[in-house]
């Protein structure tokens, strides 16, 4: 456990396309984020909690398939809640809600429906065990939050600090790295880590 006087943190990667080193950046505390929102028409909203564990990832993680209708998934157990009613699944059998198939495998969960795929990871083993999510369709242009986040990068200066381009404006960043949960087992990227304000974290903080 860490003293109470250092905070807990997560490294976030993001991947960039056609760009050979990925953007990074750090959150702080164990908060709850919103992953993933689609537009409508579909009603698709994945919020996740993170583990109160430096690097510990998710904890949990929460699809709201529909009005009425909510996947909880924890990494050894999935809950299914629909109005009033609730389910429990510990096993790997296919659990079917509404028109959504989910999946449990030894090392990820399927979420899946028409033209929409999620895959959760787990990463991690026995009592260090977390959750990571991916978005593996629609692509992140139809899509919000977290998982959807794509910043396009110019180095603009290199000497005495690193600054890149983003969105118009100049950004700080210096060389770290970060691991890639997206893969499992995962992998250490090199990265440039931004600040949290640089991705405007406080708009997925739910």
């Not at 250092?6 to 991947?15: A, E």
């Not at 369709?137 to 000497?159: F, K, M, R, W």
């Amino acid at each position: 456990m860490l003293p109470p006087n250092i905070p807990v943190s997560h490294r976030f990667l993001l991947k960039t396309e056609n760009q050979s080193i990925p953007l990074c950046f750090d959150v702080t505390g164990d908060v709850r984020l919103q992953l993933l929102k689609l537009h409508p028409p579909s009603e698709l909203s994945v919020h996740g909690e993170l583990d109160s564990v430096t690097n510990g990832g998710f904890r949990r993680i929460v699809i709201q398939l529909n009005a009425d209708l909510y996947v909880d998934v924890e990494v050894n157990k999935i809950t299914v809640r629909e109005g009033s009613r609730m389910t429990h699944h510990t096993g790997q059998d296919t659990i079917t809600a509404g028109s959504w198939t989910i999946i449990r495998r030894d090392n990820d969960i399927d979420v899946a429906s028409g033209d929409t795929h999620l895959v959760i990871l787990i990463q991690g083993k026995d009592a260090q065990s977390f959750l990571w999510p991916v978005l593996r369709q629609p692509s992140s242009d139809s899509a919000e939050g977290i998982l959807a986040l794509n910043l396009v990068y110019e180095e603009v200066t290199q000497t005495p600090t690193t600054k890149l381009r983003i969105k118009g404006q100049e950004i700080d960043v210096t060389r770290d790295n970060a691991a890639d949960y997206s893969i499992s087992p995962p992998l250490t990227l090199d990265c440039w880590l931004l600040s949290s304000d640089s991705v405007r974290l406080e708009a997925f903080i739910v």
